[in-house]
């Protein structure tokens, strides 16, 4: 069995470190670089930062402050937010990060999803999807979850694997938040169809919820923000939960690294 990924989400807004429920009710959860480090000393796997307002507000993700968080860091490292063009993902490449994530770009022009893959290869690109059960089923929303979208998100999911994408990226719009756990249903459904890696975010509220989303969920990596944030889950703890549990996961490092570049 693969190792299980641990990865902690930075949501930035104003350059600070945010977390909510639902996507709203935002609240500050401190200084992205020091976390960042922090992070990466506890021994999580990847970092992934978004910059949940840059699409909503049309601008590009703040490639000063990706260069100042992969700095000091020394493992991979995936940023999101307001990524429309091949130039936008050169920019953050070259700013330090490994992994590009789109959303409602990749949305509004798929093509851009077949375009990273050909010119920077399929392990660059992440697919973000937000989506929300709704009557009509799991549907995919656009700008930081704020405008519904026609798209289905296994349909969706399915295209992206087809066009190039390398991993999906699957947040759960009703359980961002609220700690109640993943959505493990839909995570299955998505495992069992795509061939790429699926990262489950949005509902971690304590150890058992990782376990259930690799177990229950078939997810090769959990996502967390608020209870890494203030606190309320450590890292090595999780780690040494999951192995006795049974779950395969890598060893959380210990070194204080001087960043990986």
């Known amino acids: ?34 976390l960042g480090r922090a992070y990466s000393e506890q021994g ?30 020394n493992i991979p490292f995936t940023v999101g937010g307001g990524i429309n063009e091949l130039s936008d993902v050169d920019r953050l490449l070259n ?22 893959a050909k010119h920077f290869g399929s392990q660059v690109c992440v697919l973000a999807v937000d989506a929300k059960m709704t009557e009509e089923g799991w549907k995919c929303y ?38 109640t756990g993943y959505a493990n249903e839909a995570l299955a459904a998505l495992a069992g169809q795509l061939s790429i890696p699926v990262i489950a975010s949005g509902g971690a509220g304590t150890m058992e919820h990782f376990r259930d989303a690799f177990t229950v969920g078939k997810a090769d990596a959990a996502l967390a923000a608020s209870v890494f944030h203030f606190g309320e889950i450590k890292i090595p703890d999780l780690k040494s939960y999951l192995c006795g549990q049974g ?3 890598r060893e959380g490092r210990r070194e204080n690294g001087e960043g990986r570049r």
């Open 142 to 179: 656009l700008n930081g979850g704020r405008i519904e979208t026609d798209k289905e998100l296994l349909t969706w999911t399915k295209e992206a694997q087809e066009r190039g994408a390398g991993e999906i990226l699957f947040t759960s719009m009703n359980h961002d938040g609220v700690k």
């Open 247 to 249: 779950i395969t996961v």
């Open 95 to 116: 700013a330090g990060a490994d992994k590009i994530s789109i959303n409602s770009s990749a949305i509004r022009n798929p093509q851009l999803i077949d375009d990273i």
């Open 1 to 34: 069995m693969l190792a299980k990924r641990i990865i902690p989400c930075l949501d930035i807004k104003d350059g600070q470190t945010v977390k909510g429920t639902n996507f709203v009710n935002l609240r500050q959860a401190g200084d992205p670089v020091e």
């Open 44 to 73: 999580a796997d990847e970092l992934t930062f978004l910059d949940i307002t840059a699409s909503h507000e049309g601008r590009k993700t703040f490639a000063e402050l990706v260069k100042r968080i992969a700095a000091n860091i």
